[in-house]
């Protein structure tokens, strides 16, 4: 007699990977989307603070240019598009996420001069 796998022991242990596959891949992808939020949250808090330094010491937010357009900046691939929008008064900093990272549920999002954070949905877990 010859020891080994029968074709439905074969069958089961494939159709068990195939099932831990199909919950766990997707979630996989959520972590991922979820860490890239992460690092934009923390750009566009840092073009802000820089937005209010040139504030202090020009007394305008108008004329103030983002350092990086993309997010992450350390180059790559770019998961979101940074633009910023100014008057003498205010600032409104945007984050639009591109490619892949379009599947974010939280969307599109932004900070102000007022430090208000928004995202297209009403998650808490967005900002």
């Not at 992450?72 to 892949?100: H, W």
Request: with cysteine; glycine share 6%.
């Amino acid at each position: 007699m010859v020891a080994g796998f029968t074709l439905i022991e074969l069958m089961l242990v494939i159709g068990v990977i195939a099932v831990l596959s199909a919950i766990a891949y997707p979630s996989y992808l959520d972590q991922v989307r979820k860490s890239r939020r992460g690092a934009v949250k923390a750009d566009l808090v840092e073009y802000a603070q820089r937005a209010e330094r040139q504030h202090s010491s020009s007394n305008t937010y108008a004329g103030y240019a983002l350092p990086y357009t993309v997010s992450p900046r350390e180059g790559g691939t770019a998961y979101y598009n940074l633009k910023v929008d100014t008057t003498q008064s205010t600032f409104t900093i945007t984050a639009t996420p591109q490619g892949s990272q379009a599947k974010d549920k939280c969307g599109e999002m932004t900070i102000d001069q007022a430090n208000r954070k928004t995202a297209e949905t009403t998650l808490s877990e967005c900002w």
